[in-house]
């Protein structure tokens, strides 16, 4: 892969944006895109800088009483005919792959660095930078899990803010996800002769009964309220148009607030689905990965959302911000980007959500308030 | 394709079977089996002969008050490695490909032919043989629909023998079979903000407890025991894991006894279902057959039942028979195959299931009684 140019930290917050998103990082794809961050946060001076993979990990180490991690991830989902780039100065906004989600977020973050990484800065917090790879991959491929793995140590600090798109809104935390397949099993027949079979299909009625039944919980934790949700996602089973299918499955997603751990969450779905098991079903937790508790009663984070001047709110998804709070850190969400957009073909930032995110941030390594 | 050898109908019926199991018939695939037959059946010199694509039919013509229809189709569902057929004389099976359904049945048939389609013959009955392409495939291809829509004259007669397997027995009229596809809609949208969406999974959960409810109707017609079933025979719903899904289906087959016709049938689908398609579910008929009265009081009926020596018992499944149950012909199942091991890889006849059922038709053919 050819290199790319040199990425000039100076440049305005939307330039910077723009030369991101002009450097296709589709997830796999990062190496170039992370030769050149990982340049340019040498070239400032001061700053410790390491590559694992493409992860890109900096930091100063100015002995400050706190530290703040910044975190984003490079990589993008596929390229959808958007790119490069294309501003509209009509509405004010930057369309391209990656726009929201979240090289707006990562240009923020060099931004800081160029201010606060080089030599002579006075930052109030020391600052370490996380840029990674693998985000919109499957969760064994996450450079933010590899980092944790391999360099826990870089990921410490009293708050981490992770910069992906929250339409510049503060958004605390983050809820846990479980995922379960029920499986009924039958006995197949000829659909003429029904009664000979047992109908693995019919055998989901319990469940469904089960789901419809449901009311999800709301939780206000620290100001934020979280809103739980049990959904299938998923349903599957027949054989042929006459045939008495012998097997069914149900495919159900728990959306759960921070305050249940993943035992919990787990336990709590198997309550809810305990008549289907008993009549004979089976229930199998997928995937499982635990929320984040917003955190917000901890001093940084605190003063973080004093610099942002809004309150926070709760994160409902799923995000990286649990990876700091399986370390005990708290984490928030924080970044220019509008989550709705993530993934579309129409993906694009708001000009004028840029200046101000970097400003907060800017306010708040500072000491300042904004 | 190279022509077959001549069909020597003055084999017995087990060598008869052997050799159409041996020329290989899959849908589509008939024409050099109906070329023997067609052949064969010329030669007889007592028979009148016509060729509709690959169907043969040949009938008497000697003036008698009655007429007997005799049916059986060419084709075979797909070979599983068992052609050419296999004698096990141990256990008394031939085994291969249609040796049940339905060449057994084809061979009784050619043996009658070769017995009353002679210069000379007196059978009781004028009777009437329709050898057809294309039942084990979609119905717009079957052979026996294609004779109906265009020389239907060569169906009619005062009772129709289906040479379908029915392992001996007489099996009467046959149920009918509706399929309709219950569909919801929603609203998509991630899960872990479930309520900004319409689960269409979840909008099934009224025709799964309308299934659940549902009791199956035993009807006795003609001292035949028709059972009814209503089943979901397939279902599927589900975008991805994090997505509330905004589609979901349901595929429902309804086997009703032939006391109702398909309007009747679609009526009262739609009236177990009606919940759910008041609450927004669509629900679309994607076929219908109606079933056949089994026509046990007319009085050809009674003299074959009285022929074969059993009580007649009702067809449960869907066949052709129907086809002649919609020109008012009385028509039963019978034939020597075991309908059990249709279309399997081990299908297989019973020797000793093969010369009873000759010997029973030609008793019936010939006036005596078995």
Known sequence: MDDLPPLDLSADVLSLTRALVDAPSVSGGETALADAVEAALRDLGGLEVERIGDAVLARTNLGRPTRVVLAGHLDTVPIADNVPSRLDEATGRL?????????????VMLRLAGRFGVPGAEPAHD????????????????????????????????????????????EAGCQGTLRAVLETRGRRAHSARS??????????????????????????????LYREGLNAVGVSGGVAGNVIPDE??????????????????????????????????????????????????????AAFIEAVGRPARAKLGWTDVARFSAFGIPALN?????????????????VDRLQPAEDALTAYLSGSTA
Chains 1, 2 share one sequence.
């Open 334 to 350: 924080y970044g220019p980007g509008d989550p709705q957009l993530a993934h579309t073909r129409e993906e694009h930032v708001l």
């Open 95 to 107: 369309y391209g792959c990656g726009t929201s989600d979240m090289k707006s977020g990562d240009a």
């Open 248 to 301: 069914a499955s149900l495919t159900i997603n728990f959306r759960y607030a921070p305050d249940r751990d993943e035992d919990a969450a787990e336990a709590h779905v198997r309550e809810v689905f305990a008549d289907a098991v008993a009549a004979g079903a089976t229930l199998t937790v997928v995937d499982n990965s635990g929320g984040a508790l917003p955190g917000l009663s901890e001093p940084a984070a």
């Open 195 to 224: 009664w000979l079979g047992v109908n693995a299909i019919h055998a989901l009625t319990g469940a469904f009964t089960a789901l419809a039944a449901y009311r999800p919980r709301e939780v206000e934790i620290d100001g934020c």
């Open 127 to 170: 600052v370490t930078f996380v840029f990674y790879d693998n985000e919109e991959v499957e969760a064994v491929k996450n450079g933010l899990g590899r980092v944790a793995r391999e360099r826990r140590g870089w990921l410490y600090g009293d708050l981490a803010i992770l910069m992906e798109p929250t339409d510049g809104e503060i």
